[in-house]
């Protein structure tokens, strides 16, 4: 069974730092391309960024409103996806969801894990 | 950024009646393979968004018989042909064919009547 577990969010001043984890079982981590999806409260989706697989170069790729703030990384020992965010804004409060890439979308996605940017 | 326009935004339906849901990319979404990437997830209150259908038209495992996509180049539908009380949700069209960036329709909000 896929499993995909967020976590490490909690409540961060504007300016602050996050890592946020996403746990992953069930597949080929090493393979697999990953992306990160936000949901401010209330609101739609919103894709973040991903990360291509071991095989593929491990490169990735971020939206606009993040590019230069947030670092996606992985660690095959430990199966685990990770989201470093920065320089965080008011404005980036959402919930964090992991989701693993499959046929074009993202077809497995964890139940996510809510930062909230407020001094 | 390619824009996804989902409409209605709202869609009130009585139980057992079918339901569409459409959304209009900016841009074509056939990719230069040839497919079609055009995803739709179900987000039920509380819960994580669940793909229903990818490339168009095909249904995730577990997915009930009664969700059906359609469309091509820049419209798309999503049909349930008879609503239950479990399919009360937001449903999300996606692009994933213009990279890097894959966005998102507004949602559409589906409740009982």
């Known amino acids: 069974e896929v499993q995909l577990v967020e976590s490490g969010g909690g409540l961060v001043k504007p300016g602050g730092s996050l890592r946020l984890s996403c746990a992953a079982s069930?597949?080929?981590?090493?393979?697999?391309?990953m992306s990160w999806v936000r949901q401010p409260p209330g609101k739609g989706l919103e894709w973040v960024g991903r990360i291509k697989g071991k095989t593929d170069g491990g490169t990735t790729d971020y939206a606009a409103p993040v590019k230069g703030r947030v670092t996606i990384s992985r660690d095959e020992s430990k199966n685990t996806l990770y989201l470093q965010m920065n320089s965080l804004k008011i404005e980036d409060t959402a919930v964090y969801y992991c989701?693993?890439?499959?046929?074009?979308?993202?077809?497995?996605w964890g139940q996510g894990t809510l930062v909230t940017v407020s001094s | 950024d390619v824009v996804m326009t989902q409409s209605p935004l709202s869609l009130p339906v009585t139980l057992g009646q079918p339901a569409s849901i459409s959304c209009r990319s900016s841009q074509s979404l056939v990719h230069s393979d040839g497919n079609t990437y055009l995803n739709w997830f179900q987000q039920r209150p509380g819960q994580s968004p669940r793909r229903l259908i990818y490339k168009v038209s095909n249904r995730d495992s577990g997915v009930p018989d009664r969700f059906s996509g359609s469309g091509s180049g820049t419209y798309f539908t999503l049909k349930i042909s008879r609503v239950e009380a479990e399919d009360v949700g937001v449903y999300y069209c996606m692009q994933g064919t213009h990279w890097p960036t894959w966005t998102f329709g507004q949602g559409t909000k589906v409740e009982i009547k």
């Open positions: 989701a693993w890439e499959l046929l074009g979308g993202l077809g497995y």
């Open positions: 069930g597949f080929t981590f090493s393979n697999a391309w």
